[in-house]
């Protein structure tokens, strides 16, 4: 088959594309997520021709494509008020929505459901085409069924160049995961596939919102598939891959030791954070800040064509945490994985984090009650194993011999100076975070020697330490600004002044939350407990151990 080769800057080329797509023929093009190759949604001959360039299996649905919002009630059989309001806060967007389909959805589009998926997307080329043909447009990711989906043109024309009638270049993709998925065709609101718009900001429109456990565990036996990603292995390079679950320093030490071992060490790499490149020793190839999930997101397909080119064989993948857009990263690698996934080491370390006032030692007591092994790191800073000697005169240097004028040292005076401006703090750092450290690895040894798997580090300076980097799950403790203000003036019998300027030192609360795998508001009148408890059940699930 001849392939016409467009471009979405071109007038006539988008033209040219919308013609093709009325008379029945196939064109990859640009959406926000990811390409997708699209046909008439309301023609079944032009569906079954997508199945067949795809190789995919003809009982997964399509999502159905609109340019605005109104083209979408001749398709369903009502239009509910959760999705008019779902519409209104993200399309064009990435969500696409699950509704009761009308009589117009041939099965073809549908997967043999009674249910069609729609969504209006948000690259104006994807728009343009819509309207160009005419018709809603069924599109799917633009690559082999099963494989990973196509981010750049470049991934289209390796994948479809002879197989379809004309891919059209509209850049490389913003989010670069497919579109979140929710259903509203069956009861309460339901997320089938996670995507660029989050749980957390569904919930901000829809109030409850369940997630459907074949986001996180493959689909259950016999279970029909609702939504595109659910049924079968997707996503997946060439090369064999296995997930991660671990620390940095665990990731880092196993795949090292993996790697190293393996014949032709070329064909064996790490796809990684940014944070762990300094600890590894093989090739590797990062797709972005472990905190940084919108990134993972926009690079990970990208990562997986690239190590398809470079011939990898063995690919061991570090997981990433499961908020935010983070869910849908760790939803498309699970299934390139194949659901293999190992855990380096049976313990698991748990920081726990958050702004001062927040209520981490609270949380570390019902912690410790529940079974883990905590670790004060604010109390091991104020032992004589990390003040010695040398590391008080280190401090006296910095900020005055005054901090220890009789030889023993004045907190309340360091902190003071300490937290005066960010560059005092950042040279008190410096000074204790060695000695810290070592203090609280020794800590760490001692707990798992007795026997627990599981330990968590209350730790204010979690990140600015590197604590992190030995973390396999962060746990962050939040509240109001003006509650942790009043517990802090309450707590270390300071004016509020002194409490403000303490504060205006520390990482601001979205800080923590963009690194967290838990965010727990420890308001006044919330359930800490019970909070903790659904924690402590998933770490319980995770670890093996009856806490």
Known sequence: MNTF?????????IERAGEILRHGGLVAIPTETVYGLAANALDSTAVKKIFAAKGRPADNPLIVHVAEFSQIVPLVQEVPEAAKKLAEAFWPGPLTIILPKSELIPPETSGGLFTVAVRCPAHPVARAVIQAAGVPLAAPSANPSGRPSPTAFAHV?????????????????????????????????????????????LRTVLGEVEIDSAVLKSLEQGRVASSPGMKYKHYAPKADLTLVDASPEEYSNYVNQKCGSESGLKSCYALCFEEDTPLLTIPYLSFGSRYDSAEQAQRLFSSLYRLDALGVKKIYAHMPRKQGVGLAVYNR????????????????????????????????????????????CDKLTRSPEVYTADCVAELQRAFGQDIAADGVLDRRLLAERAFADPDSKKRLEEIAFPYILTAVRQALE??????????????????????????????????????????????????????????????????????????????????????????????????????
């Open 333 to 376: 690698l699970i299934r390139a994985a194949g659901f293999s996934v190992v855990r380096p080491q049976k313990k698991m370390i748990v920081g726990l984090t958050g702004p001062s006032g927040a209520g981490k030692s609270t949380a570390a007591k019902l912690l410790e009650e529940a079974g883990l092994a905590v670790i004060d």
């Open 446 to 547: 001692n707990a798992f020697a007795t026997g627990k798997q599981v330990a968590a580090l209350d730790a204010p300076t979690l990140f600015e330490s590197g604590l992190d980097s030995a973390c396999a799950r962060i746990l962050v403790i939040t509240a109001p600004f003006e509650e942790r203000l009043e517990r802090i003036c309450k707590r270390d019998g300071i004016p509020e002044k002194a409490a403000r300027q303490r504060f205006s030192a520390q990482h601001p609360e979205e800080f923590f939350g963009n690194r967290a795998d838990w965010v727990v508001e420890n308001r006044t009148g919330a359930d800490l407990e019970a909070e903790l408890a659904l924690i402590i059940r998933e770490l319980q699930e995770e670890s093996g151990e009856i806490l």
């Open 5 to 13: 080769l467009l471009n979405g800057q071109h007038t006539n080329d």
């Open 157 to 201: 024309k390796q994948d479809l160049t002879g197989k379809v009638d004309a891919l059209l270049d509209g850049g490389d993709c913003r989010v670069g995961v497919e579109s979140t998925v929710i259903t509203l065709a069956a009861g309460k609101p339901r997320i089938l596939r996670p995507g660029g718009v989050t749980p957390e900001e």
